[in-house]
């Protein structure tokens, strides 16, 4: 994987087995990009790739030049990456090329997190130092590239060399020029309740981007954004994915020219963003992570897994199996008292649960959502031993105990308001929304955060507390914080959420073996930036299997199964009113961190049978499913998405659970086949059906079959028996359990 210099033509290549990142310093200095794509010969020259060198408007008759860090001032039209306004108010800008270095591993980013190497060999950086003269700025931009992944991990620091201060205005952490624009634009659009669905549409001419303004990344827009060959597939063609390992206010943006090249850039929306820059003072960007495949959307979702689950996500949690809980929330809302959720505990422990998981309501007079957030003592009449008193019981009782807390917020009604009502966001000469009725807590100020640590260390270190729920159910209306001087309210939201990162580093350090499980109202802010610290969020207040069916395919195109904790949850379900049958809601939940939510003392004897053998199930793949290797296999985005399907092997190959769902039955549909991906095509595998049954298609495919037959010719999903679909209703779902029987090459043995 070197990164290698060639000196003749200033070109830098970073090199793999899968990927190829070149960037030239062009004649003037001004520091170019020349591929970012399947991987190239090491030896190669590459100079010539570069064309011309830019020379700002007199470019604009010729081709554009592909830049690393465009700036606006030097004729280049195009969306910049990066804007400073100078003392005389000027933004022109022109850094130049001054020199670089190589190391190997990578370095952290102060303040935000990224990802990480747990070795030199893992990775190796390039840093180029540039710096504009008039400006008295100097930019540093990273480049790493990992040995054995198709990913480049991109940040940028700038510094302010001179004597008078710089307001950053807009500092991307990466933009990327493409030479064409013959691209499909997809991104993850959504709201409460319907997060991460899947948009595609043709790149245009002009600029079209996703973003957020509400101070998290929000249940709207992910900062996620892919470019794919219109012809692509889940397992061929050409895509590129940027992610931004932030977890507020982003912009990711794809811009067309009048010469059909495209721009692509990610990073801290500029929208309200300014950074004032003091003499000597430097300000680091998130870090966009990029990834290249040339093997589908399957192959890039692949690479974005692997690395944000294992070199994002750290401390015991990473690599550990992630426990069953029992959420109470569904089952209880505020209502409950200490008898109740033991019934619910002892209950779950019965069913093979592992974790009790106790949801809001727990604290002050918190008997509905309009009070006491901020107020993080037990409600006695609720909880006569206090949250100590609770979790010992849980403990007793064999499970282990977690806590839902809202530490960002406060509550009008609340003491923590009476003592404190200036640590809430707003202007304080203008009403303050209230949303949820609730106040958000002004995470930019040290005092808050140092209180808030104080809070939930207490608690953490008081009780027996293995899991956090961290939820956060509203975003920002006002943001200005009165700490901060009038020239610097620009500032506001990004010291927010370094408040907030600050505040998860501190306890996950002083508390490593709590689990933390970060929720925005569901998936308001499910982001690479929280996945350091909480490896699994709540993926959506969405239980209905159906919908889940969308959610979790399209959250899956960036983050892994172990990062989406999914609950069955009760029927009627409580946000659609759908009736859906057990094992399908289980099925769904199946491929995300398992959970409950519901009551489970209130199941039929039928269906306590039922989820009994499901957790069971889950308990014996536990390791395939939160560590293996999805494939999706069947949109629920496309066509009358009737019907959904994926799977996840193992590394290995040798096992794998193959989920089919659909939606709506139809009479005398004729037979059906689903072809898989991931397996060995020269090892047999032993194919069961779970639920087990005795319907053709469950007897059709039992039994021993070889890897190529089930990637070739595929698993029969539906027969050509007209009793299979009498019945059955709608909502069916069907998990095929794959395991290899021998490792030997079937035709030679043969
Ligand atoms: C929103 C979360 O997403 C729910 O799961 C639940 O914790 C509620 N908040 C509690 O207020």
Redesign the pocket.
């Known amino acids: 994987m070197p990164i290698t210099f060639e000196s003749t033509s200033r070109t830098f290549h970073l090199r793999n087995e899968q990927v190829s990142y070149l960037i030239r310093v062009l004649e003037n200095g001004t520091l170019g990009h020349l591929h970012f794509g399947g991987s190239l010969a090491e030896s190669g020259s590459y100079g010539r790739l570069s064309g011309r060198e830019f020379l700002g408007f007199a470019n604009r008759l010729g081709a554009p030049v592909a830049l690393e860090c465009p700036t606006p001032g030097t004729g280049d039209y195009r969306v910049p990456a990066l804007v400073v306004e100078q003392q005389d108010g000027s933004t022109a800008l022109d850094p130049r090329f001054v020199s670089h270095r190589v190391f190997g591993g990578k370095p952290a980013i102060p303040g935000l997190p990224s990802t990480y190497v747990q070795s030199y060999d893992e990775a190796e950086t390039l840093e180029i130092l540039l710096a504009d003269t008039p400006a008295s700025l100097e930019v540093r931009l990273f480049f790493t590239i990992f040995a054995d992944r198709p990913v480049i991990a991109r940040s940028a620091r700038v510094r302010n060399v001179g004597t008078e201060p710089l307001t950053v205005e807009c500092a991307m952490s990466a933009a990327l020029d493409l030479p064409d624009s013959d691209w499909d634009l997809v991104h993850l659009s959504g709201a409460w309740a319907r997060e991460c669905e899947v948009r595609t549409r043709r790149l245009e001419a002009g600029s079209q981007s996703i973003g957020s303004v509400r101070g998290a990344s929000g249940h709207q827009h992910n900062p996620f954004l892919a470019l794919k060959r219109p012809s692509t597939t889940e397992e061929s063609g050409e895509a590129y994915g940027l992610s931004l390992v932030y977890s507020g206010n982003f912009l990711a943006e794809a811009e067309v020219d009048q010469y059909q090249t495209t721009r692509l850039r990610i990073g801290i929306n500029p929208e309200g963003f300014s950074w004032t820059l003091e003499p000597a003072a430097e300000f680091c960007t998130p870090e966009a992570i990029l990834v290249y495949s040339d093997a589908g959307m399957g192959a890039l979702s692949d690479a974005y897994h692997g690395l944000y689950r294992d070199r994002l996500g750290r401390g015991v949690w990473r690599d550990a199996p992630r426990p069953i809980v029992i ?1 109470n ?1 569904e089952a209880t809302y505020f209502d409950f008292d200490e008898p109740r959720l033991l019934e619910i505990a002892t209950a779950a422990h019965g069913l093979g649960i592992e974790m009790f998981v106790l ?3 727990w604290f002050g007079r918190r008997d509905n ?1 309009d009070t006491s957030l901020g107020d993080w003592t037990a409600n006695r009449d609720k909880l006569p031993g206090g949250v100590e008193g609770l979790a010992r019981q849980i403990e007793a009782l064999g499970l282990r105990f977690g806590i ?1 807390i ?1 530490p960002e917020m406060v509550s009008q009604r609340s003491q923590l308001y009476a003592d404190h009502s200036d640590w809430v966001v707003g202007v304080p000469t203008r009403p303050r929304t209230e949303g ?1 009725n609730q106040f958000v807590l002004d995470m930019s100020r040290r005092e808050v955060v140092d209180h808030l640590y104080g809070v939930l260390s207490d608690l953490l270190g008081r009780a027996p507390i293995s899991y956090v ?1 961290w ?1 956060m ?1 509203r975003t920002i209306t006002e943001p200005f914080s009165p700490s901060l001087a009038a020239d610097r309210q620009g500032e506001f939201f990004h010291r927010y959420i370094l408040g907030v990162y600050e505040l998860y580093e501190r306890l996950t350090r002083a508390f490593p073996q709590v689990l933390f499980e970060s ?4 998936g308001g802010r499910f982001d690479p930036g929280m996945l350091p610290f909480a490896p699994q969020a ?1 993926t959506s ?1 969405d239980t209905d299997a159906v919908e889940r069916l969308r959610i979790q395919w399209g959250t899956s195109l960036c983050y892994p199964v172990s990062a989406m904790a999914a609950h069955v949850s009760a029927v009627p379900n409580h946000q659609t009113g759908r009736l859906t049958p057990l094992a399908t809601r289980a099925a769904v939940a199946f491929f995300g961190v398992l959970g409950y ?1 519901l009551d489970p003392a209130a199941l039929s004897d039928e269906d306590r049978e039922s989820v009994k053998g499901q957790i069971a199930f889950y308990k014996a793949h536990r390791d395939l499913l939160q560590r293996g290797r999805l494939a999706r296999l069947r949109s629920p985005f496309e066509g009358d998405g009737n019907e959904a399907a994926w799977l996840i092997a193992s590394p290995d190959s040798r096992r794998a659970v193959v989920g089919h769902y659909r939606v709506l039955n139809r009479p005398n549909r004729g037979p059906a086949r689903l072809r898989l991906r991931g397996l060995d095509p020269k090892t047999s595998y032993r194919v069961s059906v779970w639920p087990a049954g005795e319907d053709p298609v469950s007897t059709a495919n039992t039994g021993l079959r070889g890897g190529d037959e089930l990637m070739r010719v595929g698993l029969l999903v539906a027969s050509d028996d007209p009793d299979d679909s009498r019945n059955v209703g709608d909502f069916t779902a069907r998990l095929f359990d794959l395991e290899a029987q021998e490792a030997t090459h079937r035709r030679a043995r043969a």
């Open positions: 959420n929330w949801d809001d309501g959502d839902w809202e949820r729920k939820d159910n929720c925005a109202g569901g709540w207040d939510e």
